[in-house]
């Protein structure tokens, strides 16, 4: 393709005009792109949704294995501990997406215990990350609730 063309027998460029519109046609694409692209470590709601659902499931455990189950939470990241045999064992440990910022608050901050019956002792869970903020929290009742 030919960068010029003739006109009445002269050769002339791309106008100013015609480079401006393609400019700024390349400008709102890379930034269609850049808005699509996820953030890295996913989202703030869907980091509280995973601690959320992991919450309900150590609920759950509790119940179904008639057994405590203790959520230990920290800047860092979160576990989940089972009662076996008079004793804690802690499973893997979960970590926060880089960037995550975490406070927590309640009967003892930073942790909950789900009895045999699904009872927990309340926690709320505030995550915080580039300026935004979801919280977690876990009733008396043993609810767990994302707040956004």
């Known amino acids: 393709m030919q960068a010029t063309r003739t006109f009445r027998g002269t050769q002339r460029g791309f106008t100013l005009v015609e480079l401006m519109v393609v400019l700024v046609i390349i400008g709102l694409a890379a930034t269609a792109v850049v808005l699509a692209l996820p953030e890295t470590g996913g989202s703030l709601e869907a980091e509280a949704e995973r601690f959320a659902a992991r919450a309900k499931a150590a609920r759950d455990s509790a119940i179904v294995e008639s057994r405590p189950v203790a959520l230990q939470v920290d800047g860092a990241g979160y576990l989940v501990s089972r009662r076996r045999n008079g ?30 019956t699904g009872l927990a002792e309340p926690l709320r869970l505030t995550l915080r990350r580039r300026g935004r903020e979801v919280a977690v929290d876990i009733g008396p009742d043993g609810g767990v609730h994302v707040r956004r």
């Open 87 to 116: 004793e804690w064992r802690p499973g893997p440990r979960h970590i926060w997406a880089q960037g995550t910022e975490v406070e927590t608050s309640g009967v003892t901050p930073g942790a909950t215990r789900f009895d045999s």
